[in-house]
């Protein structure tokens, strides 16, 4: 599948028009990157729907369509902005705790812990019975196996993977759960009047668009930064309570205002629902269910807000048995069969990942796509919505591209080969230089308005 292919596909899962493809130009193939799997592809496809969706939403507020340039390699740049990321010419802190890796088990198998929070850490070593050397985590998962220690540690409601073939992970009900999804969902839940994308005067596609966004680490936070780079109000609220990776605050954060609230305290969520009350996107990436507990399912927002649209991301899909099961990117990746793939074909002992954390970024901005797509259809038609993604169906479809014979061979991407690619902007974090985006818009070029805060920065309200 070539990216334009991909673009195409997109465009049509969404029931867009497809005669505004036309004003797209997408440049480069796979591999650019070393992997069997076409990234590249994900990348450029994915940001490029995006982008598209906010030209139409240009177009929508002015009646002036433009036109989207998007490479395969400024898209990659992109997908990897957090490695990328520099703090005053200096590296960030470590994104991931040294326990967190894959481990061999006492049936030959292999599972992956992810136990970048501290409390996740502390649950995987009381199960596991040991201290926190990693030596001491090699020798007790020695004791295991794999698939018994993998369903203990879920029901624990811990982070690990067992490392599965894709003819394993199809055989698993989960797999048949979310087999007949599609990639996203675009669901209208409710009536209301027709409504424009944003407010105000606009001079980009989303001024005026206030989002809430309810997410932290990669995807969530990322779908909430590109609507931030095509001019939206985003509003990142987080429980002061809640743990978070410093680089990706840093770097997702850009583009957004930051404050908190205390979704336990009952005046903090009534601060939260009359903020939804004013907002055009509620975004958010917490497990199925824990929301709603607290009053915030898409139904309630829908009937207290109408013209909301609402954005939902899990890791395993919205059905199936493991729908609450906690998941990341790298563990979606080893449960999956891609990390399973990537190994076989580069002959390596042991599991091995992606060159990027691609399943995070895509459906991010898949998640930003399908906003706007929702935003769009609230304009022609008025009504509620929502959009449903998951990091599994995202791994579905890129899995689903095919590989590429001996693309683990292609060379890797260096720090210096992309600096074109990166900008600067002074930060209360310090000089920060970090991906820019992606796409080249030919009258609105995204950028970000504000440099990245620390969390609790912002006041948790609306600006006029």
């Known amino acids: 599948m070539t990216p334009q292919l991909a673009l195409d596909h997109l465009w049509s899962v969404a029931g867009c028009d497809a005669a505004l493809l036309e004003h797209v130009s997408m440049k480069g193939d796979d591999p650019a990157l070393p992997s069997v799997f076409r990234v590249g592809t994900l990348a450029s496809a994915s940001i490029a729907a995006m982008a598209l969706a906010a030209a139409n939403c240009f177009r929508l507020r002015t009646g002036l369509m433009q036109h989207v340039d998007v490479s395969v390699r400024r898209a990659l740049i992109a997908f990897r902005s957090e490695r990328y990321l520099r703090v005053n010419d200096g590296l960030p802190q470590e994104l991931r705790h040294p326990v967190t890796g894959f481990y061999a088990t006492r049936d030959g198998r292999w599972i992956q812990l992810h136990t970048n929070f501290p409390h996740h850490l502390q649950g995987v ?5 040991c201290d926190g050397e990693r030596d001491a985590v090699v020798a007790a998962i020695r004791n295991w ?9 879920a029901e624990a409601g811990l982070c690990a993977a067992l490392i599965r073939s894709p003819r394993e992970w199809a055989a698993l009900d989960q797999a048949k759960a979310i087999a007949n999804l599609p990639l996203l969902e675009i669901e209208r839940i409710g009536d209301a009047p027709p409504e424009a994308p944003g407010r105000g005067a606009a001079t980009r596609p989303l001024t005026g668009t206030r989002v809430l966004d309810l ?13 931030a780079q095509h001019g939206a109000d985003v509003l990142l609220i987080n ?15 850009r583009g957004k205002r930051s404050a908190t609230l205390d979704l336990r305290d009952a005046a903090a969520r009534e601060q939260l629902q009359a903020l939804a009350g004013e907002a055009d996107v509620f975004l958010e990436a917490y497990r199925p269910g ?51 793939e990537e190994s076989r ?17 895509a459906t991010g901005y898949l998640a930003a796509f399908g906003a ?23 791994g579905r479809w890129l899995q689903s591209m095919g590989q590429i014979k001996d693309g683990w061979r292609t060379p890797d991407v260096t720090f210096d080969e992309v600096q074109d690619g ?3 902007v002074d930060s209360p974090f310090g000089r920060v230089h970090a991906a820019a985006p992606a796409e080249r818009m030919s009258q609105t070029p995204a950028f970000y308005a504000r440099p990245p805060v620390p969390i609790g920065t912002d006041t948790a309200r609306w600006e006029a």
């Not at 002061?240 to 770097?251: E, F, K, M, Q, S």
């Not at 927002?301 to 059905?319: K, T």
């Not at 609230?378 to 509620?384: D, I, L, N, W, Y």
């Open 145 to 153: 196996d794999g698939a018994q220690l993998d369903q203990t540690l």
């Open 125 to 129: 070593l009381k199960v596991l019975g």
């Open 215 to 227: 997410s932290r680490i990669i995807a969530g936070p990322v779908a909430g930064r590109a609507l």
């Open 345 to 361: 074909a580069a002959a390596v002992d042991g599991p091995k990942h992606l060159p990027c954390q691609a399943l995070d970024h």
């Open 372 to 394: 706007m797509v929702a935003l769009a259809r609230r304009a022609h038609e008025g009504g509620s919505w929502h959009v449903r993604l998951s990091l599994a169906q995202t």
């Open 290 to 340: 824990s929301l709603a507990a607290r009053g915030f399912d898409p139904g309630t927002l829908a009937r207290a807000r109408p013209g909301i649209v609402c954005v939902s991301i899990s890791a395993y899909g919205r059905a199936g048995p493991w729908a609450t099961r906690r998941g990341f990117d790298s563990l979606v990746q080893s449960a999956s069969g891609i990390a399973f």
């Open 239 to 253: 429980g002061p309570h809640l743990p978070n990776i410093a680089p990706l605050v840093i770097d997702n954060g």
């Open 422 to 424: 990166l900008q600067e």
